[in-house]
Structures are given as structure tokens and as C-alpha cells.
T-cell receptor, first 116, second 112 residues
């Protein structure tokens, strides 16, 4: 079974700072990778996903993530954060099997607070 | 296009009762999966349905069950409720297995 580790449970940054949230997974096979965001009082929204191809993927709201297969990592980055980026961020993977894939395995989440 | 709709939004049940939660996926999506979110355990996968068949199941007791109908709508049932079942239950739909998932707002279940 796969597992996902998010290194930082709480991150506090000032506006305009750069952001990098770490995510590592353990699984020996092929995976799909996702970052989801949960703004206060709102439902989970997909930020970006990686299935195959270019390991640098761009998502919504200026976020990007890089898949490094050799490190089993899929770190989320944003060059300059805004107060509105305050939210909970979840890394998730699902293992590809046969013609489909297993359900999503989520990391514990990173609570990001942006100070004005 | 309408998103994933979960009903009801809130539910309070007594220990020992059973509960059924409903999920209507995005039109055209054939895969529906369910997750439990709690402060302690985070987001945990319950099960996934594709074309009315359960394709995958997470590590939950048999009290948790589900089904998917021919119109792709899905229901989740929890029998003999325990206090520890209090959680936000999330449904997600996708066009096919393993593709991008869109989540609903969830049903918050409180067991007293």
C-alpha cells in the first residue's frame, strides 16, 4: 500500500514570500499525484495533478509542483504568496493498477497561514 | 456545470443507529469515491465505485458499505454507529478511474 508524508504540518509566511511544501510518497509502482487545497469553510479543490509527461506541472492560482521520481517527491511551490493563500494543503497519490487506479491516499495536510 | 452534490449537509445520529449518505456526481462522471475526514486521522479512503461496481475498498470495518446506481449516483451506509464515526464524509467524482477527482462539500455526521 502507498503512503504520503507531508513534512510541515504548520507553515507561517509573510505576504510575497516564496512557498515550498514538501511531499514524499512511498510506492514502488506508477502513481498519479495531486495537490488539493481546502480554504476555510470550503470544500477540497484541485490545485494541480501529475499523471505523466513533463514533471513540472502548473496549476491554478500560480501554484506549480515538480515530480522527482528518484526522490519519490512532489513538492508544491509558489514564488510569491498572498494572504488569500491561507488554507490547508493536501498532497495525495493513487497507485495505477490494471486499467484504472486505487483510491486517493492523502498526506496529513499542511496548514498554511499567510500574514499580511 | 453542477458540481458534486452531497446530502444531507449535516446529520446528528445516536450511537447504534444507522445512516445513509447520498452523493450525486458531476454529470458524465462514472467514478465515485468516498472519504472520511477527521482531525486525528485526516482524510482516509473508504471505497470507490465505477459503473456500479466497487473497485477498491479502504481499511474500514464492514459496518461501512456503499453502492452505486445506474445513473452513477452513490450512497454510503454506516450501520451500528459509534462515537468515533463522527466525521466529515466526502464524496468525489471523476470521469473514470484514476483521473482527476472533484470533491463535494461533504456531509458532517455527528454521533451522540
Amino acid at each position: 500500500a502507498q503512503s504520503v508524508s507531508q513534512h510541515n504540518h504548520h507553515v507561517i509566511l509573510s505576504e510575497a514570500a516564496s512557498l515550498e511544501l514538501g511531499c514524499n510518497y512511498s510506492y514502488g509502482g506508477t502513481v498519479n499525484l495531486f495537490w488539493y487545497v481546502q480554504y476555510p469553510g470550503q470544500h477540497l479543490q484541485l490545485l494541480l495533478k501529475y499523471f505523466s509527461g513533463d514533471p513540472l506541472v502548473k496549476g491554478i492560482k500560480g501554484f506549480e509542483a515538480e515530480f522527482i521520481k528518484s526522490k519519490f517527491s512532489f513538492n508544491l511551490r509558489k514564488p510569491s504568496v498572498q494572504w488569500s493563500d491561507t488554507a490547508e494543503y493536501f498532497c495525495a497519490v493513487n497507485a495505477r493498477s490494471g486499467g484504472g487506479a486505487d483510491g486517493l491516499t492523502f498526506g496529513k495536510g499542511t496548514h498554511l497561514i499567510i500574514q499580511p | 456545470k453542477a458540481g458534486v452534490t452531497q446530502t444531507p449537509r449535516y446529520l446528528i445520529k445516536t450511537r447504534g443507529q444507522q445512516v445513509t449518505l447520498s452523493c450525486s456526481p458531476i454529470s458524465g462522471h462514472r467514478s465515485v469515491s468516498w472519504y472520511q475526514q477527521t482531525p486525528g486521522q485526516g482524510l482516509q479512503f473508504l471505497f470507490e465505485y465505477f459503473s456500479e461496481t466497487q473497485r477498491n475498498k479502504g481499511n474500514f470495518p464492514g459496518r461501512f458499505s456503499g453502492r452505486q446506481f445506474s445513473n452513477s449516483r452513490s450512497e454510503m451506509n454506516v450501520s451500528t454507529l459509534e462515537l468515533g464515526d463522527s466525521a466529515l464524509y466526502l464524496c468525489a467524482s471523476s470521469p473514470g478511474q484514476g483521473e482527476g477527482y472533484t470533491f463535494g462539500s461533504g456531509t458532517r455526521l455527528t454521533v451522540v
